[in-house]
């Protein structure tokens, strides 16, 4: 193992993100942890700007502010987790505090469907001494606006918020389900669902702004809730017999976090097909793959009646995801290593 670290850890304190905070910390780095939103202005319009006009237009009202919390520290790393807010000014100030600064979103920073969200970020591309990305198009994307040197990683599951919890009486009774959806209403998600409903599918739906969707007078009754975490989300894919997993078209996913949380936690997927998804998991072995909402409703209908087959499967799915390391722990220390920190 590599020595320690200190680094500048800069993204949400929640979510995936606060997952790859911890990671570094499990391995051993000394990690602060410093979330911009909490230096802007408590206001929705702070969101609404980024989103609508670019993050760079706020990044002046945290120049100050990040100065003065950094002031006197030194870090031997500077790691931007997404970064709306970080345009080149603001990596100018962070490389007084650190010798290197790289960036890794799971996000489609150079692609149409946020708007301006990541204007900042493409500007602040080609000053990062690495930028990792998800996509392989986001690796000649970001090359085109000048990157210094770029790495494509898959996503990853953590080792304990992904770790498969005791599953009670009480908690089978309360998110036990045969096939769940568990995410955010995107306009191409609705008919899909709609359309499994009509050809049988025991569907359940959770996640947020399903209100939104067209087919809603078809799906309400199938709606459990909105968006869960931390152990309820954990039990929910656990206690799922089958566990579907969709893309955002628009986010020109591939595979998704979903992608590793589901076998991480013991369940079985269900998901669209793609070269990346068929390079992850061997179908019908490790996983299910289907290309419409006709392959998806036949595969969950025959696993369904099949118990001992649906349980072979999410088991053989978990030790591949063991095999192909898609976990925290090891993806966060190779970046560590590739942004070539001196040790």
């Keep these: 193992m590599s020595r320690s670290r200190s680094i500048l850890y800069l993204g949400p304190v929640s979510g995936t993100c606060l997952d790859r905070?911890?990671?570094?910390?499990?391995?051993?780095?000394?990690?602060?942890?410093?979330?911009?939103?909490?230096?802007?202005?408590?206001?929705v319009w702070m969101d609404r700007i980024t989103w609508r006009l670019g993050g760079d237009w706020l990044a002046p009202w945290l120049m100050r502010p990040l100065a003065a919390l950094l002031a006197g520290r030194q870090f031997d790393l500077a790691h931007v987790d997404g970064g709306e807010w970080v345009t080149p000014g603001v990596i100018q100030l962070l490389r007084r505090h650190a010798?290197?600064?790289?960036?890794?979103?799971?996000?489609?920073?150079?692609?149409?469907?946020d708007g301006?969200?990541?204007r900042a970020m493409r500007q602040a591309t080609p000053h990062y001494d690495l930028i990792a990305?998800?996509?392989?198009?986001?690796?000649?994307?970001a090359h085109a606006l000048g990157a210094r040197q770029v790495v494509r990683i898959y996503r990853s599951a953590d080792?304990?918020?992904?770790?498969?919890?005791?599953?009670?009486?009480?908690?089978?009774?309360r998110w036990g389900c045969d096939v769940l959806f568990l995410g955010t209403w995107f306009p191409e998600r609705g008919p899909f669902l709609a359309e499994l409903l009509r050809r049988g599918v025991p569907l359940t739906i959770q996640g947020s702004n399903w209100h939104k969707a067209p087919e809603w007078p078809v799906l309400q009754a199938h709606w459990r809730g909105g968006s869960i975490s931390g152990d309820d989300y954990a039990l929910a894919v656990q206690c799922a017999r089958?566990?579907?997993?969709?893309?955002?078209?628009?986010?020109?996913?591939?595979?998704?976090?979903?992608?590793?949380?589901?076998p991480a936690l013991g369940g079985l997927m269900c998901a669209e097909r793609t070269v990346e998804h068929e390079a992850m998991y061997e179908e019908g072995q490790e996983a299910l793959f289907w290309r419409d909402a006709e392959e998806c409703a036949a595969a969950c209908r025959a696993l369904l009646s099949d118990e001992p087959r649906r349980a072979a499967m999410a088991l053989a799915g978990r030790a591949r995801l063991a095999r192909n390391g898609h976990y925290n722990e090891p993806i966060m220390a190779a970046l560590v290593e590739q942004a070539g920190v001196p040790s």
């Design 99 to 113: 010798p290197k600064v790289i960036n890794y979103s799971i996000d489609d920073p150079y692609g149409p469907r």
């Design 133 to 141: 990305v998800v996509r392989e198009v986001n690796v000649q994307e």
């Design 242 to 262: 089958i566990n579907l997993g969709l893309l955002s078209k628009e986010n020109r996913d591939l595979h998704t976090t979903r992608s590793l949380e589901i």
């Design 159 to 173: 080792e304990l918020s992904h770790a498969p919890r005791a599953i009670t009486p009480e908690a089978q009774a």
């Design 116 to 118: 301006a969200r990541f």
């Design 21 to 43: 905070a911890n990671a570094l910390r499990r391995l051993g780095h000394r990690v602060e942890h410093l979330d911009l939103r909490g230096l802007l202005p408590r206001s």
